[in-house]
């Protein structure tokens, strides 16, 4: 079974971005950008199959400008054995984002499809779901752990009380949790490899998709500020001083 | 306009989270439907109808609904958007599992996560972290939203007397099976719904040492207890007492963070709490920019004593 997993190059979790001065949006000159976590922890799980000989191969995909070159020779570095770049200027929509990709399902037949449950700048959350929708596909999001059983796979999912167990039929899209598996780092001999492994460069009209993004941002603003508050000494002045604002009883 | 909003339940119960959708979906607007996707869930339709604001219950009671997969949920609910203009759930993990999968079926743009609503249109919602907040016109003709469950006012359940209307049988997709669930058994109050949060961070260091510290302090307090992911991550905690960016938005009265050092992605998920209070031994930690009230010290000999003198 091949397994396909989508990549997005984003500013890297540790940058704590700042909202541009004019509003338009958040400052990303001179940046760190690096892969979605999420979608490291997708591309790990993928490996793992293709260690447990689950999985044959490992394609991964990124739909973005040329730069998303890097977050793939990085999927490849820790492992995946091909990549697709569908390159486009365009803002990336999420419902465009899934269209290119169930074409690309379409072609390359996978068994399963591993994404990142949210990508970490825009926080949308849906990705998975709509490329699950748009197959007709079944779909395991928010997974901790995944299970393939010949033609099923069971997914255990993060859900808002606890845990919540699933089979899916093959094929199937899978989302990531953080907990399903920790990421490798690609070793010095791998990321030498993964300089010569293909990745095949396409557009969005290969795929007959139109991008034309379906929203407008108006604006980008800065949430409300929280003013840093007063330290106390001791237990006793926290207990006064909870009391007195009303916080407790 | 005319509205559908999804209904969080189990079965049994109405959730809390249906409320604030509903009323996101009242400043849309138009008349707000709910749907009542379930099985044996004839109850949680009658809560529905006496949620104020509600015009109309839709009511689909199908053994293939009984688990809420998206895979069975989603045609259904796309379906009866024929007769609506915007499809609300709530930004719960039901609500983002299926919201989007509607989306795609309408061929439309998913707006995530909405803290208000600036015009029928356009609407605000967090990036990066919520070190942003984008404001975001739709040009699509049917709108599909979720909802931030702490930006709305949760709208009354009395006063409201909808009419409950069965609508047609759900099929069976076929394609997933639900095979069952670990729930969280606690007489806590549940996280996103608590006034009070005790949480706890990697310093606690064991999952027992999380039991010993933090529980007594939340039952003190009447407390939902949560965690970093840190916590979690170590198994100090279960995975949904995660508050964060990528686990549970939260925004309770008072939120006590115990050595739990303040990371971004921990902040986005409670720095609307009204009263924050930070326990960590560093003085330096970030979490002291956001705190309300600050204790710098062990909190092994701290929140026994807090504990004890509250
Ligand atoms: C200020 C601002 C606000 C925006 N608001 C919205 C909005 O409300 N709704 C909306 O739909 N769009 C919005 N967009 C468009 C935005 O550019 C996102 O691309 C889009 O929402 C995708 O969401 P996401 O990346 O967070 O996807 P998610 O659904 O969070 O991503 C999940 C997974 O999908 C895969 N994936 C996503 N994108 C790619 C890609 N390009 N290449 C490969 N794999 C990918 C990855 O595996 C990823 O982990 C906004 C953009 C801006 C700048
Ligand atoms: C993609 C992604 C998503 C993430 N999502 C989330 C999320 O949703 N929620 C989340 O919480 N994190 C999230 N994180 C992780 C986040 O970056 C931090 O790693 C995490 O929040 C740290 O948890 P912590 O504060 O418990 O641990 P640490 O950062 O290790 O902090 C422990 C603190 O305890 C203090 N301490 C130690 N001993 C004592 C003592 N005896 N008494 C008092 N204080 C003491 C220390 O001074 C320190 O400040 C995410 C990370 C990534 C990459």
């Known amino acids: 079974m091949k397994v396909l997993v989508p990549v997005k190059r984003v500013v890297d979790y540790n940058v704590k971005v700042r909202v541009k001065s004019d509003q338009t949006g958040v400052e990303l000159a001179n940046i760190k950008m690096s892969m979605n976590p999420f979608d490291e922890i997708a591309v790990e799980e993928a490996i793992r199959l293709k260690e447990k000989g689950i999985a044959t191969e490992v394609v991964v995909v990124s739909i973005g400008v040329q730069q998303c070159t890097e977050t793939l020779r990085t999927a490849l570095a820790m492992g995946a054995d091909r990549g697709i770049l569908v390159q486009t200027d365009v803002t990336t929509e999420s419902l465009a984002v899934a269209k290119v990709l169930a074409r690309i399902a379409a072609d390359e037949a996978p068994g399963l499809i591993i994404l990142g449950k949210q990508a970490i700048d825009d926080d949308a959350n849906q990705t998975g779901q709509m490329l699950a929708g748009l197959l007709g596909w079944a779909q395991g999001t928010f997974a901790s752990k995944l299970d393939p059983q010949g033609e099923t796979v069971n997914v255990t999912r993060e859900i808002d009380g606890g845990l919540e167990t699933v089979a899916l039929k093959l094929p199937a899209v899978v989302t990531t949790d953080l907990r399903l598996n920790e990421p490798r780092y690609a070793s010095l001999p791998n990321i030498m490899k993964a300089k010569s492994k293909p990745i095949a460069t396409k557009t969005p009209a290969d795929y007959g998709v139109d991008m034309t993004p379906r929203l407008t941002t108006l604006k980008v603003t800065e949430p409300a500020k929280r003013q840093a508050g007063i330290k106390v000494k001791s237990v006793d002045e926290l207990v006064t001083k909870l009391k007195e604002m009303g916080a407790v009883a | ?310």
Do not use: W
């Open chain 2, 1 to 310: 306009m005319s509205i559908l909003v999804l209904a969080e339940h189990d079965n049994a119960e109405l959730k809390d989270a249906t409320l604030a959708a509903v009323t996101a979906a009242t400043q849309l607007g138009g008349e707000v439907h709910v749907l009542v996707a379930g099985h044996g869930c004839a109850a949680v339709a009658d809560a529905a109808a006496k949620v104020a604001g509600v015009a109309k219950v839709l009511l689909a009671d199908d053994a293939a609904l009984a688990a809420a997969l998206p895979e069975n949920v989603a045609p259904l609910a796309a379906g009866l958007m024929a007769g609506y203009d915007a499809f609300v759930a709530p930004a719960t993990s039901r609500g983002k599992n299926i919201a989007p999968r509607v989306a795609a079926a309408l061929d439309v743009a998913q707006i995530s996560e909405i803290l208000s609503v600036e015009a029928p249109d356009t609407f605000t919602r967090p990036i990066y972290a919520g070190n942003a907040i984008a404001t975001v016109k739709t040009s699509d003709a049917k709108k599909v939203i979720t909802v931030r469950g702490t930006a709305f006012a949760k709208a009354a359940t009395s006063g409201g007397s909808a009419s409950i209307e069965t609508v047609g049988s759900a099929t069976d997709a076929g394609t997933a099976r639900f095979v069952g669930a670990e729930l969280t058994k606690s007489a806590r109050p549940e996280l996103t719904a608590a006034k009070i949060i005790v949480s706890g961070g990697r310093a606690l260091g064991s999952s027992d040492k999380f039991h010993e510290y933090i529980d007594p302090l939340a039952d003190k307090l009447g407390a939902a207890v949560g965690a970093s992911r840190a916590a979690v991550d170590a198994g100090y905690a279960p995975n949904d007492y995660q508050v964060g960016q990528t686990g549970k938005i939260v925004a309770p009265e008072l939120y006590v963070a115990v050595g739990i050092s303040g990371a971004i992605q921990h902040l986005a998920g409670m720095k609307d709490s009204k009263i924050i209070v930070a326990i960590n031994k560093d003085e330096e930690a970030p979490i002291f920019q956001v705190a309300d009230v600050g204790l710098v010290g062990d909190l092994f000999t701290l929140v026994p004593e807090l504990t004890g003198k509250l």
